[in-house]
């Protein structure tokens, strides 16, 4: 059974960081990239970053180069997304969601985790 | 960056109609381009892939076509249920990038 698990919501304010967990299921934790989609209120889907299933450093998006950060804990099956310097325009609900590869389709999200920056 | 434009941004159909929604990338992407429902508080869930695969468990009335640069999404028989926003995904070039979403209502 697919299930990606996601930690809850977090308020912070401007300048702070926020850590987001994602538990996966030990398959897809071991076969799947782990991608990182956000969705500010009203807005379309923006992909931050993916980490692949035999870990080592991940792949981010450009706008977000410097402030995130994709790690995983194999003892946990758990991969984690700290984004920093957040700012109001940070103020989304993160979704960590599955896929063969990086360049790939997602077949499988979490619940998604609201942040709000104010 | 890839850039995909959606149109229209929203439409109303009456039960049993048809609908199409088109996806425009900024350049050529061969088929690689998914299609998403999301519905209101939900994760996207994914419904096409490669342009005109349908994914898993997906009823049989959505559909995919194009490649290149022009991709279409068509409803055959729109239900109840169909509801929701409907993006287009492109994964040819990272970053990955969506469309602007097109919300589709029952009238």
């Known amino acids: 059974q697919v299930q990606l698990v996601q930690s809850g919501a977090e308020v912070k304010k401007p300048g702070a960081s926020v850590k987001i967990s994602c538990r996966a299921s030990?398959?897809?934790?071991?076969?799947?990239?782990i991608h990182w989609v956000r969705q500010a209120p009203g807005q379309t889907p923006e992909w931050m970053g993916a980490i692949s299933p035999s870990g080592g450093s991940g792949t981010y998006a450009q706008r977000f180069q410097g402030r995130i950060t994709v790690t995983r804990d194999t003892s946990t099956s758990t991969v984690y997304m700290d984004l920093s310097s957040l700012r109001s325009a940070d103020t989304a609900v993160y979704y960590c969601?599955?896929?063969?590869?990086?360049?790939?389709?997602?077949?499988?999200w979490g619940p998604g985790t609201l942040v709000s920056v104010s | 960056e890839i850039q995909m434009t959606q149109s229209p941004s929203s439409l109303s159909a009456s039960l049993g109609d048809s609908v199409t929604i088109t996806c425009q990338a900024s350049q050529d992407i061969g088929n690689y381009l998914n299609w998403y429902q999301q519905k209101s508080g939900k994760a996207p869930n994914l419904l096409i892939t490669?342009?005109?695969n349908l994914g898993t468990g997906v009823p049989s009335r959505f559909s995919g076509s194009g490649s290149g640069t022009d991709f279409t999404f068509t409803i055959i028989g729109i239900q109840p249920e169909d509801i929701g926003t409907y993006y287009c995904?492109?994964?040819?070039?990272?970053?990955?990038?969506f469309g602007g979403g097109t919300k589709v209502e029952i009238k």
């Open positions: 490669e342009a005109s």
């Open positions: 030990v398959e897809t934790f071991t076969r799947y990239y």
């Open positions: 969601a599955r896929g063969p590869s990086a360049h790939t389709y997602f077949d499988h």
């Open positions: 995904q492109q994964f040819d070039k990272l970053p990955l990038t």
